[in-house]
């Protein structure tokens, strides 16, 4: 962390205002089950750091509230109190705080533990996004955009890449919701996308297109499963593209002044 205004907590702070829009219109569809869902997640989570808090001196962060937001709306539906609870505890610890907490971490935490519920419990259904709840994360995306703390090359290889497919009849109606939502809460994370401005552009383009190919493809799948395993996986090549990007600027940096 550094010093001064902009730190660790400030960008985690400006995540939860940017994605307010989607928070306030999924409660509004899933009215008082979904405030009840998402205090217990916020409630499950704040427990795991505060336990990290004491056996580790790690201070929380209110990035939480962005992964209890990404769990609520996304985390299958009909599972029990110890299998939340499991799925919440492999994706919070393994890819967040045993790294020393938002900020360090590889993966997002919300990703790795809607991955492993997905995963586990192959039988819990999918939840449906609304459409609302999509259309709210186009304002939440652009504001954490023009804020500096989303992404805009992942936001634009993304659109790119679902532009094409669309173009070439690929269907994407609706998923759309569940696009623009995984988008928001899932892939424009500041910690776990690319870092350089090419592998920004090529990881935005690599979620867009497995996210296509896997609607072509990937029979009796629902939208949101297909979110979450294009998340996964554009997150899991994130450090390679970065490799990529980093490989051609020395390459033309060579050819460049020999």
Known sequence: MIRGIWDRETVALILVAALAPVAVLWLAEARGAGAVRL???VLTIGILHLLFMLARAQPPSAAALVTALALAVFTPEGLGPVQLLLGIAFGVVM?????GGWGRNILNPATVALAFLGFGFPAAPWPDVAVQVGWAA???LAFGVLAGVMPGGVVAGAALALGAASALGLPLGPAVPALLAGLALLVCDPVASASTP????LNGALFGGLAAAFLAGWDGAHPVQIVVSAALLAAL??????????????YRRRRRLG
Not at 198 to 201: E, H, I, K, P, S
């Open 138 to 140: 186009l304002p939440a």
């Open 198 to 201: 090419l592998g920004r552009w």
């Open 95 to 99: 890819a967040d705080l045993a790294f």
């Open 39 to 41: 205090v217990s997640f």
């Open 237 to 250: 090549a994130a450090p390679l593209l970065d490799e990529i990007a980093i490989a051609l600027w020395l």
